[in-house]
């Protein structure tokens, strides 16, 4: 993986190139991704990580201080519904979208014969959330809505797909998700905005409320509301597309390009809707949030009526992933900023990494980091193996090109189940620990961490909506028990796990392994337990679970790839794999003040520098 990073080299965590500086994600992609698709996107990833960390890195602070505004009326007073976008964003837009963010993920881009897998488009967020994660959002969404029309279209709103999966600029458009209501909140059965159709328009008409948009003025968003004697409850609700410009009016969807060229729509091309404010929001400015009126509002019915939420999940499932990977690029840049200023910053006559507090905190920040990017993309393996096999396509080997394996060949029923667990799992404890990671990384920098000047400020602004954008922790906590009780999830789980565990034999890892297995049979304990109880009592203990099974599942996880490498020859993953071990499922004598643990001294160079570890110095090295 190339020799030690001396961080003191760099000023900053920016004009970088964060591809090259984050191994962690390279060395994840290479184990999920297949030999040719990884040979593909190499340089590919590479080049973006570079245009990421020169020019949408210096956008992004611009755009925090200047941007989107909102002019619901024209001066005569009529609705132009006009999002005023600063030249940088839409500079950072073209420079996403024309690298295929979205596209690669759907058709074949060039120079390959399928699409890459959809972790190839999580893998790109990743990346682009280490500089602007607010933009990372309408990215999302984009793909989320394309993934629910290439599912449930009957290709009636073929335009708006390819459209939406363009890989040239002019042609794209952005899609956004409309849940919330004001009454409503996380209960989106509550939703009350009515659908009813219009015969001689041939289209039906939305009217209602949406409390908080983001992308409020995508071309392509999809939105729930309940048609005539629907029931009550999620079960009455369907999906619609609702289009910012009126359909008939516009001529089709109304492209960037168009936006470009054409200026804002005239009043009479406007949707029946108003765009009433952009919130005011602590962070992710880049992306406008705002209240929408539908009032009458022409949208296109998409699959079958009252299947609506159930349709919608996709979408979620696949939002989730995505606020997950946001988190973890967020940990990344922070982790990287604190790294470079503990490189540079002197105290007391050395910098500020040769002091041992600070070399824990920094250990301790990047076993966080690769531990919470392992789990991500480990879910995104699973999600697109079961999107893959949906399509019609033959499953793909993740061997690794370095010679380990990622865990495959899951039937897609059981990838399914599994990831069903873990996709709730993986956006819970990542958006929290992206909250604290970029609170750290401000400490780190002292007081000019706190001031706007400094990128530190903007992280964690911008990381405080992830614990609740698609869902808050208590949400997510609740589904982690549906997909326990309502899709068996408990047995890939358990399989997935067990056979982790087996493949761990280096003497290295042996304690480690130990205290995952005696953790994982409580965990089991603890599901039986649940499973016993009252729903009441379940629910209480809903979010000490899901944090639990990420805590096993991650431990497991990262052992197997500590193995793999070790028969490779590297040492190195094996201290983060221990590391995290010790640190989340063991328990310690007088809070380990007693045991005489010099971990993050004696391995500071390999965890945050990624100095080489050979197999033979890994007996020289304690282990915790």
């Not at 030690?4 to 184990?31: K, M």
């Not at 120079?111 to 990215?139: I, K, T, W």
């Not at 899901?546 to 990262?558: E, K, S």
């Amino acid at each position: 993986m190339g020799s030690a990073i001396d961080y003191g080299e760099f000023e900053e965590g920016r004009h970088v190139n964060y591809w090259d500086l984050d191994r962690a994600i390279r060395r994840e992609l290479r184990r999920i991704y297949a030999a040719d698709e990884f040979a593909w996107a190499e340089p590919r990833l590479s080049e973006f990580g570079d245009v990421v960390g020169h020019t949408v890195a210096d956008n992004a602070d611009y755009v925090d201080d200047h941007g989107p505004e909102l002019e619901t009326y024209d001066k005569h007073g009529d609705v132009v519904n006009r999002v005023r976008y600063p030249a940088e964003l839409l500079e950072t837009e073209r420079l996403a979208y024309d690298r295929g963010i979205v596209a690669d993920a759907f058709e074949a881009p060039p120079g390959r014969d399928e699409p890459m897998p959809l972790a190839h488009n999580l893998a790109m967020q990743y990346l682009l959330s280490y500089a602007d994660p607010g933009f990372d959002c309408p990215v999302a969404m984009t793909a989320g809505a394309a993934l629910v029309l290439e599912k449930f279209d009957d290709g009636s709103l073929s335009e708006y797909y390819e459209a939406l999966t363009s890989r040239d600029y002019e042609a794209v458009i952005e899609g956004a998700m409309f849940l919330t209501e004001k009454q409503g909140g996380s209960d989106v059965g509550a939703t009350e905005t009515r659908a009813e159709y219009d015969e001689e328009a041939d289209c039906w008409r939305l009217t209602g409320e949406k409390w908080f948009c983001s992308n409020i003025d995508a071309e392509g968003t999809l939105a729930l509301a309940r048609t005539e004697d629907a029931p009550e409850g999620t079960d009455g609700l369907s999906m619609f597309l609702v289009p910012h410009a009126d359909p008939d009016a516009a001529g089709g969807p109304w492209t960037k390009g168009d936006r470009l060229e054409d200026g804002p729509l005239d009043p009479d091309a406007v949707n029946e809707q108003r765009y009433r404010r952009l919130k005011d929001k602590l962070g992710t400015i880049s992306v406008p949030t705002g209240e929408v009126e539908l009032e009458g509002a022409k949208a296109y019915l998409v699959g079958e009526e009252e299947r609506g939420f159930k349709e919608m999940t996709e979408m979620l499932n696949l939002e989730r992933l995505s606020n997950a990977a946001a988190s973890c690029g967020i940990m990344g840049r922070a982790l990287l900023e604190s790294k470079i200023h503990a490189a540079n910053r002197e105290a007391f006559g050395e910098t500020i990494d040769q002091y041992p507090l600070m070399r824990e905190d920094l250990v301790d920040m990047a076993v966080d980091h690769e531990a919470a990017t392992a789990f991500v993309f480990e879910v995104a393996r699973l999600f697109s193996e079961r999107e893959r096999a949906e399509r019609g396509a033959e499953p793909r080997s993740a061997e690794s090109t370095s010679g380990g394996t990622a865990s495959a060949g899951e039937g897609a029923e059981d990838a399914y189940r599994l990831m069903r667990l873990l996709i709730p799992v993986a956006k819970l404890r990542t958006a929290r620990m992206a909250v604290d990671t970029a609170s750290y990384a401000m400490e780190v920098q002292g007081g000019n961490g706190y001031v706007d000047d400094f990128v530190t400020n903007r992280l964690l602004r911008d990381a405080q909506v992830l614990p609740i954008w698609e869902g808050t922790e208590n949400i997510l906590s609740l589904d982690v028990l549906r997909a326990l009780e309502r899709e068996d999830a408990h047995e890939p789980f358990r399989e997935a796990v067990e056979r982790r565990l087996e493949s761990v034999t280096h003497p290295a890892l042996e304690d480690a392994a130990e205290t995952v297995e005696s953790e994982f049979h409580d965990l089991e304990t603890a599901l039986v337990t649940l499973a016993g109880e009252d729903a009441e009592y379940a629910q209480l203990s809903a979010k000490r679970l899901a944090h639990y099974v990420f805590d096993v599942f991650t431990a497991a996880l990262l052992l197997e790839e500590a193995q793999a490498k070790i028969e490779d020859g590297e040492g190195r993953l094996a201290l983060v794999a221990n590391r995290f071990v010790a640190n989340e499922l063991e328990d310690r004598d007088a809070r380990g003040i007693t045991s005489g643990d010099r971990f993050a001294l004696e391995s500071f160079d390999a965890v945050v520098r990624y100095e080489a570890i050979s197999v033979a110095d890994l007996e020289a090295v304690p282990t915790v």
